[in-house]
């Protein structure tokens, strides 16, 4: 693995079912991020974690949940999943959470939810 | 509220120069980055301006004034592979990116 990997690379999902997206870093960052890009609009941040075990609530966190167990993981969960969820979702991380600090993204997880 | 402005699209000529304007209004300034992002692919890092003032690498430079609110990412000798959308980003008092809508930049031959 180099860099940031997720999981699945696209996905179909039928309203109300439950959906995690992975996300795993190989660069031993402390800090990791979930965005969703849609169109028209910038990235807008969901949650967010700037160390293994602590967890924070982005711009748009109602509906999702994320845990941060170790360093290289960071999950996204739709405990039920609605059409506006519809998106596609980046996982991103940088080496500390200060202002000098360059986020990577990884290649993203085109969702739809019918 | 946070505000991040830049054009929708622009178009340009291979082998021209484009300049992309950006325009902030935010809770606090930590820095303001810019990243290139080609369709169907994840953001790149391209530059980062702190301080005000010109920032050069190779065929791509960042302005930045503070003072102003505002931004620029200057490309020179444009190619065909710089077709892409570039954003905006600032980094809030809370250090949280604050994302422009991006801009879709259309190079012609």
């Known amino acids: 693995i180099a860099g940031i990997t997720q999981a699945p690379t696209s996905q179909i999902l039928a309203a109300g079912r439950r959906m995690t997206l992975r996300c795993t870093q190989d660069?031993?960052?402390?800090?990791m991020y979930w965005y969703r890009q849609d169109l028209g609009l910038g990235l807008r941040l969901i949650h967010y974690?700037?160390?293994?075990?602590?967890?924070g609530k982005g711009e748009v966190p109602d509906g999702y949940s994320v845990s941060r167990a170790n360093t290289d993981d960071f999950p996204l969960t739709l405990a039920s999943a609605v059409p506006s969820q519809t998106s596609v979702y980046f996982c991103?991380?940088?080496?500390?959470?200060?202002?000098?600090?360059?986020?990577?993204f990884g290649p993203g997880t085109r969702l739809t939810v019918l | 509220g946070q505000n991040i402005d830049q054009p929708t699209e622009m178009t340009a000529t291979e082998g021209a120069i484009v300049q992309i304007n950006c325009t902030y209004q935010?809770?606090?300034?930590?820095?303001l980055f810019w990243y290139q992002q080609h369709a169907g692919e994840a953001p790149t890092f391209l530059s980062y301006?702190?301080l005000d003032g010109l920032e050069e690498k190779g065929r791509f430079s960042s302005f930045l004034s503070r003072s102003k609110g505002y931004s620029y990412l200057l490309l020179k000798e444009l190619q065909m592979k710089d077709s892409a959308s570039y954003l905006c980003?600032?980094?809030?008092?809370?250090?949280?990116?604050?994302w422009g809508a991006g801009t879709k930049l259309i190079i012609k031959p």
């Open positions: 974690s700037n160390t293994a075990g602590t967890t």
């Open positions: 980003a600032v980094k809030d008092s809370n250090y949280q990116l604050i």
């Open positions: 991103a991380s940088s080496e500390v959470s200060g202002s000098t600090d360059t986020q990577y």
């Open positions: 935010t809770s606090g300034f930590n820095g």
């Open positions: 301006n702190v």
């Open positions: 660069m031993r960052h402390n800090a």
